[in-house]
């Protein structure tokens, strides 16, 4: 069972940074991709921004620029530092790493809250 325990969420005024981690139980590399999504009141889960095994990355347009996801293999974990946070980058932030062999298996961390006061 794999296990993605988030950590850095909290309450920063607009402008601000904070710096979210995400500690996996399993070797990260052997996802095919890790990423941070985030939910807000009554909207949908959406993506912030995903690495992929081999590195690359994407982001949603309302981050870029203003977030970097990053990963150390060695530590199995994976960041996002977020510059310049507005107060609509409030929301539970989550973790995810996905599997696609044999079958798409996606695996999520228990959400970390990030409130970004004006």
């Known amino acids: 069972q794999v296990q993605l325990v988030e950590s850095g969420g909290g309450l920063v005024q607009a402008g601000g940074s904070l710096r979210l981690s995400c500690a996996a139980s399993?070797?990260?590399?052997?996802?095919?991709?890790m990423g941070w999504y985030r939910q807000a009141p009554g909207n949908q889960r959406e993506l912030v921004a995903r690495v992929i095994r081999a590195g690359s990355t994407n982001y949603a347009d309302s981050v870029k620029g203003r977030f970097t996801i990053s990963r150390d293999n060695a530590k199995n974990t994976v960041w996002l530092q977020m510059n310049s946070l507005k107060p609509e980058d409030t929301a539970v932030y989550y973790c995810?790493?996905?599997?696609?062999?044999?079958?798409?298996?996606?695996?999520w961390g228990q959400g970390t809250q990030v409130t970004v006061s004006s």
């Open positions: 399993r070797n990260i590399i052997s996802f095919n991709a």
């Open positions: 995810n790493a996905v599997d696609v062999y044999p079958k798409i298996v996606d695996y």
